[in-house]
C-alpha cells in the first residue's frame, strides 16, 4: 500500500510518500509544494497543482493529513486552513481515502512522546526509513504523518486519556 503523507502549509506544503507492505515501510519520495508570494486564490491553484502533480506521479493508494490546530493569530489559522483543504480537495478529487491526525498523534506515532521537537521529528523519521539524509522539516513532517497513518491502522484513535485542551491543542 502506497500512503501519501501531507503537512500543509500556506507558504510550504510538505509530502512524503512511503510503501507499506506488511510492518516494513520504504521510503518513495518526499519534498514540498511551494506556493510563493501573491494572491490567495493563486497561492492555492498552485498547492492544487502540485499536489495533483505529486498524486498522478506516485499513485498513492490513501492519504493521511496533519490537523490544523488553533493558533493564537486567527488569521493565520484561517489561512492555514484554507491551505489544508486545498490539499485534502487534491486527494478527494483523485478518488483517495483520507485520514487525519493532529500533531500529538504524529509525534506520538513516530517518536513515542506528544511534545516532540522538529528535529526529534526529523531524527526519528530518518531513522525508521533508513534515510542517508534528514528530510527538510516540511517533508520530514508529511513522512511522520505518513509513518503515523501506516502503524495506526485504526485512523487516528489514539488515546487521548489523561490529555486536555488549552489554545485548541492535546496537552
Known sequence: MRILGIDPG???????????NGNRLAYVASGCVRSGRGELPARLKTLLEGLNEVIAAHRPAQVAIEKVFVNVNPQSTLLLGQARGTAICAAVLAGLPVAEYTALQVKLAVVGKGHAKKEQVQQMVKRLLALPGFPAPDAADALACAICHAHGGSLGRFSTAGLRMKRGRLV
Open 10 to 20: 500556506l507558504q510550504v506544503t510538505g509530502f512524503g510518500i512511503l510503501e507499506k
